[in-house]
């Protein structure tokens, strides 16, 4: 006998695994998707709930297709700050970390340059250190784990307070504005990945009996 509560888990799932959407995006389209096979069958009563599912689920398109439609209606905040966070964090490179009153006046990407051509390992790990959890961001675009973008969220705030501290403290006077653009740049990606978080919030009920929801 058709399940149509366990059918529409079994859709929800796939989506999730193939598309770009959050959990609310998903319930939104769930709902739209029951809306629609109650249409389909009151327009057609010999329909059985099998095949109005069919037809709902064939009218909502694959979930590649959904991505984009959403995509259209407007980017996610966290998308924005993301964005921003990445433009400031690539620009910073290009700008010195300190000023003259620091001894070195060079953008970043020119120390990083010296310390491969140099083979300073020390340097590029610390180089390492600081800008990895940024870099793992990229692979977070497509996780479904809340769980890791939080940690990742947590550890990007926690370098940005640290990288701020560091920055006003009466023993490193002179920081560029390189070395600013950066902190503000984990600031902004932290931002994005908690409110990420949030997003994958879902107002969605536990359990359906006989395909309805309670």
Known sequence: MFD??????????????????????VDELE???????????????ALTRER?????????????????EF??????????????GWAMYGVSFF???????RGFVRSTADLIWESITIQDVAGLAVFTLLNA??????????STRPKGVRWLGGILATMAVGVAC?????WSPGMGTGYWLYAASLTFVAAAMWMRVGAWASPKPLATIDGERV
């Open 52 to 68: 109005a599912f069919g037809m709902a689920r064939e009218g909502l398109g694959k979930p590649a297709t959904m991505s984009r």
């Open 133 to 142: 959890p940024v870099f793992l961001t990229l692979l977070t675009l497509r």
């Open 95 to 101: 700008l010195p970390p300190a000023g003259e009153g």
């Open 31 to 45: 709902d739209h998707l029951r809306a629609r096979v109650d249409l389909e069958m009151e327009m057609d009563r």
């Open 4 to 25: 149509l509560g366990r059918a529409v888990s079994a859709w929800r799932q796939r989506v999730e695994r193939t598309s770009f959407l959050s959990p609310r995006e």
């Open 166 to 170: 560091l920055g006003i403290g009466p």
């Open 71 to 84: 995509a259209k209606a407007g980017m996610p905040r966290w998308r924005w700050l993301l964005a921003v």
